[in-house]
């Protein structure tokens, strides 16, 4: 199992150069370059020149490349044009923010979807599967923002039981204060988000059990004596839990760009809410910062979930 | 005494029928077979004829919602049908075991093939795991597998078609039980395969005397393993007779028919027999008269009984309706 995961990393290398040079890319045809907005439009020409050739603006774009690859391995992200801090540190603290919302969100994502699909599965056809594919289609259709929106009228504003906006309160002191501010602040967009991603996993999980219900294996551990309830747990589930674990990277990156809608929603500090601001603010550093950082985790998802699925399914593990 | 209780099974008309579209249709009609100790009964028929369902119906695996089964199925005055599912699981596995088509498909492939023949173990024996782990290797050897210490850790996809048949057959056999159903074994087997898992059938059988059920459509198979045969067609017994008998004075135009569209390799240059049209599906079986008459048309009305029953025309030979007394193939009509 080991080889496969070595393998599987090895393989996200060229990954990782090829998005690298995607997102430079994209960088250099963005318009306007550092100077914009950083110096007096008055300022003489020959100066800004001056400044490009030490800055290195005017080398040729492969050595560009090269330098700012080499940067970005000493953490060094640039400076954002808006707010004049290094991006890096920008984007750390929202990071963080954003990393337990989609970590609590993909848990409550599971913790919902899992029984659900189960008790689909199990009673296909019957009320339970029926009520679950009502369930199902409403939060399919529904779009994101408007059922955000609507749960933080209703949680938020009417009743009034979680608060409506930031991270953290205030007023919160010491260790543990901030952490269950930060608790309580994450768990309404958290539950939201969790809810209306639960759709796919649903849909899968019920297919699976449907599917493997029927098969001849199946057939074999009931000849054997197994009881039925051991059969479902130990046989069908098992198999039926695969493709959801080849979903997780897909799950991991809806988190991500489902993170823009949430954290505008609820103005949390996130790396969402900071990618749209910078839109807004044409702060073009952070940008390219935030796309190569969602590249990376998009793939670490996807490499997470084959890992994952290298450990419980030996037909894909290297030999 | 001795003679009674080698009597294993004893099927008395046995329906089993499914629901199509609301309605029950009969899929094994009427069906009286008997198996001993010792015995290999064969069950012969084209697709769709009934042979798996009584295997199902056996051993209680069909969906319970949809199929309704009546009628008695003894096994040591213990009737089968309608058994509650906790007993029968006791039953499954331990005193009936069950072979399956498809090798690859009849193993979990996400468990070692180790794990799930000692799983039949823990729900049938008070073994250990270590004494499960050591039952499960004198059984691989049993098998005939090669290295079983090694075969033990192996997933289903790491094993060729021919060893996972033999790990089937040693999940059918873990607890030496008194009735091994084998439903198609050899199908989806090369040639040279097929005749390794019948011997191995054969040697298991002689060893634990027990009972075997062999479900096939192969009549090769049958001539090399059989000492029983049923032939059905259509959901009923058609014939019924021991091997012998069977392949040298079949009387039933179907037996007829279905021996002599087996290729002879000795006899390259006549065309094959094909019996004319297809059986009939579930839903528009005919459920009066002769259900074979239709593909012998040649044949007159007359000679047909209007109720075709089973009889006995010599001591243990038994053939559905009369029309055999006038059957002749069609070829031989118009020469």
């Not at chain 1, 955000?148 to 010491?174: C, K």
Request: net charge negative; charged share 20%.
């Amino acid at each position: 199992m080991w080889k496969t995961v070595l393998r599987r990393i090895l393989i996200m290398i060229p990954q990782l150069l090829i998005l690298s040079l995607l997102v430079f890319v994209l960088a250099k045809m963005m318009p306007g370059d550092p100077f914009t907005g950083m110096i007096n439009p008055n300022s003489d020409p020959k100066t800004i020149a001056r400044l490009k050739q030490e800055m290195g603006l005017n080398d040729a774009p492969w050595v560009q490349y090269c330098r700012w690859l080499g940067n970005l391995m000493h953490g060094d992200l640039g400076q954002s044009y808006i707010q004049k801090v290094p991006v890096a540190s920008l984007i750390w603290d929202r990071a963080v923010n954003t990393f337990w919302l989609s970590l609590m969100s993909v848990i409550l994502t599971y913790l919902i979807a899992i029984p659900m699909g189960i008790s689909a599965g199990r009673h296909q056809d019957g009320w339970q599967d029926q009520s679950i594919q009502v369930f199902n289609y409403i939060t399919f259709a529904i779009p994101a923002f408007v059922f955000y929106i609507l749960g933080l009228w209703l949680f938020g504003f009417t009743l009034g039981w979680f608060p409506i906006s930031g991270s953290v309160s205030d007023t919160a002191t010491g260790f543990w204060g901030i952490f269950f501010s930060r608790i309580y602040h994450l768990i309404l967009p958290a539950i939201l988000s969790a809810i209306i991603g639960t759709t796919a996993t649903v849909q899968y999980l019920r297919t699976g059990i449907v599917d493997n219900k029927v098969e001849d294996y199946v057939r074999t551990a009931r000849s054997k004596g197994v009881p039925d309830r051991v059969v479902f747990n130990k046989h069908i589930l098992r198999n039926s839990l695969l493709p959801i674990a080849a979903f997780l990277g897909n799950t991991i990156t809806g988190l991500l760009s489902g993170s823009m809608i949430i954290e505008q929603v609820f103005s949390y500090p996130g790396m969402g809410k900071l990618f749209l601001d910078s839109i807004g603010q044409r702060d073009y550093s952070t940008l390219t910062a935030l796309i190569l950082l969602f590249g990376i985790l998009t793939l670490v998802g996807n490499l997470l979930s084959d890992i994952i699925m290298s450990i419980i399914d030996p037909r894909i593990r290297v030999q | 005494m001795e003679k009674q209780s080698d009597l294993l099974l004893d099927i008395e008309h046995l329906h089993t029928a499914y629901r199509l579209q609301g309605k029950f249709y009969d899929a094994a009609d009427d069906v009286n077979l008997t198996l001993k100790r010792d015995e290999i009964l064969a069950i012969v028929g084209e697709s769709g004829c009934g042979k798996s369902t009584i295997a199902s119906s056996i051993i209680g695996l069909y969906d319970h919602k949809n199929t309704r089964v009546t009628g008695d199925i003894l096994y040591n005055e213990l009737n089968l049908v309608g058994l509650n599912e906790s007993l029968f699981n006791q039953i499954r596995g331990n005193k009936i075991g069950m072979i399956f088509q498809d090798p690859l498909a009849s193993l979990n492939p996400l468990m070692r093939v180790g794990d799930q023949v000692a799983e039949t173990l823990y729900y049938h024996t008070d073994m250990n795991e270590k004494q499960r782990h050591d039952r499960v290797i004198e059984l691989f050897n049993q098998v005939g597998m090669p290295r079983p210490e090694e075969m033990f850790n192996m997933y289903p996809h790491e094993l060729s078609g021919g060893l996972r048949q033999r790990v089937v057959i040693a999940i059918a056999i873990a607890c030496k039980p008194e009735i091994i159903i084998a439903d198609e074994p050899t199908t989806a087997l090369d040639v040279t395969i097929q005749a390794q898992i019948l011997d191995l059938l054969e040697d298991i059988q002689k060893e634990t005397h027990s009972g075997i059920i062999m479900i096939t459509h192969d009549l090769g198979v049958v001539a090399e393993t059989a000492d029983q045969v049923a032939v059905m067609y259509a959901g009923q017994i058609v014939e019924k007779s021991d091997v012998k008998t069977v392949f040298e004075h079949p009387l039933h135009p179907y037996t007829r028919s279905l021996l002599n569209s087996m290729p002879q390799s000795d006899d390259e240059t006549e065309d094959l027999h094909v019996i004319q049209g297809t059986v009939p599906s579930l839903k528009n079986m005919p459920r009066e008269g002769d259900r074979f008459a239709a593909r012998i048309p040649w044949i007159p009305a007359s000679a047909h009984e209007e109720e075709p029953k089973i009889h006995e025309v010599e001591p243990g030979h038994f053939v559905r309706c009369t029309c055999w007394q006038d059957f002749h193939f069609e070829q031989e009509s118009s020469k």
